[in-house]
């Protein structure tokens, strides 16, 4: 068995909501854009509790929390579907809900939050 590499799964995934998405971020940044990192979880032997944190960044506050709103809405309607080849998701719960994270830069607007994915294998 092999699970896939979530953090790879989930920029994929994330993908379809029309922004840049990362799982490294430095240097020059786009104004608009999702990070995800993986974060912990823990192991079974046919499934596996992932954590991801997802931190977005915006323009302004509103457009901050729009954007909040479009991945919660997408990690909703996760379950079930096949992020990346050789990943199955049966569950995601929120572990730690958006919360505002002040960036370094005052002339954008960030949040972070966490979801753990209940993840098996395909192959």
């Known amino acids: 068995m092999r699970w896939a590499n979530v953090e790879k799964a989930m920029v994929s995934y994330l993908r379809k909501l029309n922004v840049s998405v990362y799982t490294?971020?430095?240097?020059?940044?786009?104004a608009r854009y999702i990070r995800v990192e993986r974060v912990g979880g823990s192991a079974e032997w046919?499934?596996?509790?992932?954590?991801?944190?997802?931190?977005?960044?915006?323009?302004?506050?509103?457009?901050?929390?729009?954007?909040?709103?479009?991945?919660?809405?997408?990690?909703?309607?996760?379950?079930?579907?096949?992020?990346?080849?050789?990943?199955?998701?049966?569950?995601?719960?929120?572990?730690f809900g958006f919360a505002w994270d002040p960036p370094a830069n005052q002339n954008i607007s960030a949040a972070i939050g966490t979801f753990t994915l209940t993840v098996r294998p395909t192959e």
Do not use: F
């Open 24 to 30: 490294e971020t430095s240097g020059v940044m786009p």
């Open 46 to 95: 046919i499934s596996r509790d992932i954590d991801i944190e997802i931190r977005v960044v915006a323009e302004t506050r509103s457009a901050l929390w729009d954007l909040v709103s479009d991945i919660e809405t997408a990690m909703h309607h996760l379950p079930g579907q096949e992020a990346a080849p050789g990943a199955y998701i049966d569950d995601v719960a929120v572990s």
